[in-house]
């Protein structure tokens, strides 16, 4: 299991917004690019950039500073945050992005993820932003009818890379996150799952830790690096270790 630091990237600086509210963003950076140096430094093997403006506005919002990132690290990124078409999916690969993050799509035009995965194998991952169990889209301001075990499994031969699963009612929130949400789903599809939303101590690593064994690959955390209650070289050191 691996941990990834989470940089969302609104209107140019890093932020972090609670369950997923434009209006309630908290700024630990005006300079997104910084924060990826800083997280490489500390061991991060992979990093997660949203672009929030992006979610919103369904077209690439933060370029410039996205840009910066991939320039000035040398691990992988990973980049979600309105990608609607191959065109987006192409310019980001060209920027020198690894993988990218399909979300909303995934739901309005499941026919992006397949195709995507066909031209570019290994390199799609497609985001499960759930709300009580149900997909939310559109930057989480809408919560569709379909739950988020039956999205995965939609995806399971299309040659996905993994599964972000995020619990919005956690995202931010510093509560802890959703163990048997997060395992329902590792066990109910065949794709490799990262878990997401309300990681705010060591502790809830550990607890995490066990799902490995169901296909939890990996935790995204944020608000907890950026305030201090999850230490990432202590983290990524007790996984190592256990």
Known sequence: MIIIPAIDIKQ?????????????????????????????????????????????EKR??????????????TIPVQVGGGIRDEATIAMYFDLGVQRVVIGSEAVNNPALVENACRLWPGRIVVGIDSRKGMVAIEGWTQTTDVSAIQLGKQFEDAGVAAI???????????????????RRLAKAVNIDVVASGGVSTIEDIKNLAPLEADGVVGVITGRALYDGSLDLKAALSWLENR
């Open 12 to 56: 140019g600086r890093c932020v972090r917004l609670l369950q997923g509210e434009m209006d309630k963003e908290t700024v630990f950076s005006d300079d997104p690019s910084a924060m990826a140096v800083r997280w490489q430094s500390e061991g991060a093997a992979l990093l997660h950039v949203v672009d929030l403006d992006g979610a919103v």
């Open 60 to 73: 690439p919002g933060n370029l410039d500073a996205i840009r910066r990132i991939v320039k000035k690290i």
């Open 164 to 182: 972000n699963f995020t619990d919005i009612e956690r995202d931010g929130m510093r509560s802890g996150p959703n163990i048997e949400e997060t």
